[in-house]
């Protein structure tokens, strides 16, 4: 089935857009305050570099060990239902935490466990978004809304960070995490009344099985491996991801440890790569990349290297030039992220999206925790600086390394090939799916 069949509302599609994302925003700021509340506790409570990255290779097990199956349920259930109960889970999971807080029992695996709870709702909640865009935005707009997408994330890491520092010093734990309860309610409202359109299936009706849901992850593997590129895009962010998560971990210990600084100084670290990814995507929405968005997605990638890098090599007396670095990143960020998107949301059929984009988390996802495994003990023996300096420098060479690489270049190509052909894999004749879209 080619993108085509399934076109997308054109007439007035911003009324249906609009809406859902604003709600989105809501709940993403609320989350991000949730997510900078939750580290500093944790790193004000342990000072331990293998916890944090223990924290964050837990928050991504759902991702990695469900991933494959959670984008098959996807693309058979009602993809606006999916969101909604995946808000509503994440917020019952953090009133557990207030609840916790609020009577001083929270110990460090009560974090661990909602982290995966949390984690799990956003497994579930992410794919069905994405491959909802992909039928409510048209064609030609795509790339400027992840640009935007991008943007909003840069707004939330900017605003997010600071207020939730702020917010840490004049209220207790418990108050600060029910923020994030209060803006999944406004997310949700906003579900609740808008409608999505829904690529039809002929077996909408029948009962989902076991066996139907491996047949379903098999086929979304085998349409995978059909496209190399697609393939060798998923190789290159498995190393990626490698090597970057760690970044992300260690970062409130390079505050604390290399330039003596508090929950403020992480918070405007944090809030400056929320600058770049704000930037950043206000250029991609008003430029849309290269005209071979591929190209602009692994110059964003050597980008990204060349940032941590810098933050690695910054003297603990300079931090405003850690500032600059993480700023850069988040510039290159959106630029990376953002093309690439676009190219999935246009070139992957459909009925396929919901398991295309797990998979690809999932298997990229999976190098994550096995990089928090080999990047704690080179934190605590050699100091986290030493993985912002390895982690910047071999990302600037697979970036490099991508524009050497065929399938990669050429991405974009197969995707009209394929398009063009309109030509249904073998192993697909068996998805009955029907050539139309409805509101649900």
């Not at 009560?110 to 048209?138: E, K, N």
């Not at 760690?246 to 390079?254: C, I, K, R, S």
């Not at 009955?432 to 879209?437: C, E, G, I, K, R």
Request: glycine share 10%; proline share 5%.
């Amino acid at each position: 089935m080619t993108n085509s069949e399934y076109a997308p509302i054109n007439k007035g599609w911003l009324k249906v857009f609009i809406p859902i994302w604003i709600g989105q925003a809501f709940s993403l700021f609320g989350s991000s305050l949730v997510q900078f509340a939750l580290v500093w506790w944790m790193t004000q409570k342990t000072g331990s570099a293998a916890v944090l990255a223990t924290a964050s290779a837990v928050a991504m097990l759902p991702e990695v060990l469900l991933g494959p199956f959670v984008g098959a349920l996807v693309d058979r259930w009602n993809r606006r239902r999916v969101m909604i109960i995946a808000d509503g889970s994440v917020a019952l999971v953090t009133l557990g935490l207030v609840l916790l807080f609020a009577t001083g029992r929270t110990e460090i695996w009560h974090v661990y466990l909602a982290l995966f709870l949390r984690s799990l709702g956003g497994s579930f909640h992410w794919p069905a978004m994405q491959a909802s865009t992909s039928l409510m935005v048209p064609e030609k707009h795509l790339a400027r809304v992840s640009g935007a997408n991008q943007a909003l994330q840069g707004l939330l890491r900017i605003a997010a960070p600071p207020l939730g520092a702020l917010l840490l010093m004049v209220l207790p734990m418990f108050a600060v995490l029910l923020t994030d309860i209060v803006t999944a309610a406004v997310a949700i409202g906003t579900l609740a009344v808008t409608h999505i359109p829904q690529p039809v299936r002929i077996d909408d009706n029948s009962a989902i099985t076991v066996r139907q849901v491996f047949h379903d992850v098999r086929n979304g593997l085998r349409y995978m491996a059909s496209w190399p590129g697609l393939l060798s895009i998923m190789l290159l962010a498995c190393m990626i991801n490698f090597f970057l998560s760690p970044t992300g971990a260690f970062l409130p210990l390079l505050v604390t440890d290399h330039f003596k600084g508090d929950a403020f100084q992480l918070g405007w670290l944090e809030s400056a790569q929320g600058l770049g990814l704000l930037t950043g995507g206000l250029m991609l929405s008003v430029w849309g990349g290269f005209k071979r968005k591929v190209l602009t997605s692994l110059m964003g990638v050597v980008g990204i290297g060349a940032g941590i890098l810098l933050v690695g090599l910054t003297p603990g007396n300079l931090y405003g030039l850690a500032i600059g670095g993480m700023a850069l990143t988040g510039v290159m960020l959106s630029l990376s992220n953002g093309p690439l998107f676009a190219i999935f949301q246009s070139s992957v059929a459909p009925e396929m999206q919901g398991r295309i984009f797990t998979l690809i988390g999932s298997v990229a996802g999976a190098m994550s925790p096995l990089g928090m495994a080999i990047s704690a003990p080179v934190g605590e023996f050699l100091g986290v600086r030493t993985w912002f300096l390895l982690a910047g420098s071999l990302t600037i060479v697979m970036g490099l390394t991508g524009l050497l690489i065929p399938t990669i270049l050429h991405i974009e190509d197969q995707a009209r090939t394929r398009s063009q052909n309109g030509t249904v894999p073998p192993y697909l004749a068996g998805e009955n799916v029907a050539s139309q879209t409805v509101a649900d």
